[in-house]
């Protein structure tokens, strides 16, 4: 049996979606659906040994824990703009905490979803050594980014501490993740699909003006990666029993956003046509230039395949996704 919570979520819902086609018996999910969106996620799957909402989730585990040969925890208060620091706590440090020592008790692998927004404004670099000296210079910019290096910082402590742990685990620092089944996102949706619908409803696409002199208007850089190459990794590395630690999940390879609107434009056979706002004064002092993995370890793991470029996964992600009567997996 094979645990994914968050699993009628992005991530979630494709990991399902792969495990399944992979032939993967018994796959749990455990979520909430409260967008109707996130039931299409999951309508295509014909394989769900269960699907356990959250409240359930103990006796669950309970019940069924020794059927359980691994445990991806992908639910999290996701939003960057959360300000209910109880509820951040409660959900993305006390609950992962748990099932880690559940994992721990019992021998599952766990692999569970930390955050490229650790780095905070990546002055500290993106290195994702699992020690304390990497680990504590790092200045998350938002509360749901600091929820996430609790988290890790906690992972730290027990580990150092020489405590049980699972057999393996890995925290996952996802970049800037895109493709399908994102819908239920709303403001937190990839850039990917919000230029995509701007540009199907108006034939323009809106970008943010530099408000930093070293970079032109849309020269700002993320590590744009596709979902599909996350799914490839996460299942890498459960895969891989004797590696345990943090993992960058990104390309290794900043984009501009100048060069994302172009993809978009290019996959839907539109002219390209771009109006230029300010970055709102709200975060511009504290905006991200560049963000970029380094992916060696992850590389080092076993992860070996190429990841999918900026053109083709934007390509894929509009033809046979957002333009079609059906945008989900």
Not at 296 to 309: D, H, I, K, N, V
């Amino acid at each position: 049996m094979i645990v994914v919570t968050g699993g009628a979520g992005f991530i979630g819902s494709c990991l399902v979606a792969a495990l399944e086609r992979a032939g993967a018996p018994d796959i749990v999910v455990v979520d909430r659906v409260d967008h109707e969106a996130k039931r299409r996620n999951l309508l295509k799957r014909r394989s769900l040994a269960a699907f356990v909402p959250p409240e359930a989730l103990a006796d669950f585990l309970e019940r069924d824990g020794h059927r359980i040969e691994a445990l991806f925890h992908l639910g999290a208060i996701s939003s960057t703009t959360e300000t209910n620091l109880d509820l951040l706590e409660r959900t993305n440090v006390a609950l992962p905490l748990a099932l880690w020592r559940f994992c721990a008790r019992r021998g599952i692998p766990f692999l569970y979803a930390s955050s490229a927004a650790t780095y905070g404004d990546g002055a500290q670099g993106f290195d994702d050594a699992f020690d304390g000296q990497a680990l504590r210079r790092l200045e998350p910019l938002n509360p749901y980014g600091a929820s996430k290096h609790r988290f890790d910082l906690e992972v730290l402590r027990m580990v150092s501490a020489g405590e049980s742990a699972p057999p393996s685990w890995a925290g996952l620092k996802f970049f800037n993740v895109y493709g399908p089944n994102e819908h239920h996102k709303g403001g937190q949706r990839s850039v990917a699909l919000a230029l995509f619908e701007q540009v199907r409803d108006g034939g323009r696409a809106k970008l943010f003006r530099s408000h930093n002199p070293g970079y032109a208007d849309g020269g700002q850089l993320r590590d744009f990666v596709w979902v599909d190459d996350c799914v490839d990794a996460m299942l890498t590395l459960w895969r891989q029993p004797r590696v345990s630690g943090l993992f960058n999940i990104g390309t290794g390879q900043a984009r501009s956003f100048l060069d994302l609107a172009h993809a978009v434009f290019a996959a839907m056979g539109r002219p390209v046509a771009i109006d230029w706002v300010d970055t709102p004064e709200a975060i511009r002092a504290r905006y991200q230039y560049f963000t970029e993995a380094r992916v060696e370890r992850l590389r080092a793991a076993g992860f070996s395949a190429p990841f999918t470029t900026l053109e083709a996964g934007v390509r894929c992600y509009i033809t046979e996704y957002l333009s079609t009567n059906d945008p989900h997996r």
